[in-house]
T-cell receptor
């Protein structure tokens, strides 16, 4: 079965600093999702990547999917306290896996003002 | 447009009881997936429904069941509650659950005492 490993598990950065979160899959990624979660709340959709080498940006967050489609990274530029939360990557298992997203354990981000 | 609505937001039940959670998807979305989130196991897939049919099921005991109505609203039921069922239950809706993207609700926090 497919597994996603996220690193680091937690991260504390000073406001204004850049940071990167990685997500590595044990199998080829057919679709990779990035979500953000505030403690005890629902998941907020950030981005979806499907093609090898694809890169998407929204405000100060950029996500990339490598050419081999087994690793993705999420980069935040000039972090702000509003970026704090848990970042989760989720993988679509491909044909026959309807609705079944496999998630990593998450990366907890704290931003110190 | 309205997002994914989950009710209730919080529930406290006694061991041995049963519980029903509700999820109303985004208008037009026909796929509803359910997930259980716990600190130890993270996000785990329960099941997915599309047009009132269960298409995919995770590795959970038969005490966990669900259904979907003709208006795409979905319910999940947990019978004979155990302490270990305490978790955040999240539902996600999608057009077809085929790389369409998944929008999550805010979740139902279930506490079993």
């Amino acid at each position: 079965s497919q597994e996603l490993e996220q690193s680091p598990q937690s991260l504390i950065v000073q406001e204004g600093k850049n940071l990167t979160i990685n997500c590595t899959s044990s199998k080829t990624l057919y679709g990779l999702y990035w979500y953000k979660q505030k403690y005890g709340e629902g998941l907020i959709f950030l981005m979806m990547l499907q093609k090898g080498g694809e890169e998407k940006s929204h405000e100060k967050i950029t996500a990339k999917l490598d050419e081999k489609k087994q690793q993705s990274s999420l980069h935040i530029t000039a972090s702000q306290p509003s970026h704090a939360g848990i970042y989760l990557c989720g993988a679509d298992g491909g044909r026959g896996s309807q609705g079944n997203l496999i998630f990593g354990k998450g990366t907890k981000l704290s931003v110190k003002p | 447009k309205a997002g994914v609505t989950q009710t209730p937001r919080y529930l406290i039940k006694t061991r041995g009881q049963q519980v029903t959670l509700s999820c109303s998807p985004i208008s037009g979305h026909r796929s509803v997936s359910w997930y259980q989130q716990t600190p130890g196991q993270g996000l785990q897939f329960l099941f997915e429904y599309f047009s009132e049919t269960q298409r995919n099921k995770g590795n959970f005991p038969g005490r966990f069941s669900g259904r979907q109505f003709s208006n795409s609203r979905s319910e999940m039921n947990v019978s004979t509650l155990e302490l270990g069922d305490s978790a955040l239950y999240l539902c996600a809706s999608s057009l077809r659950a085929a790389w369409d993207g998944y929008t999550f609700g805010s979740g139902t926090r279930l506490t079993v005492v």
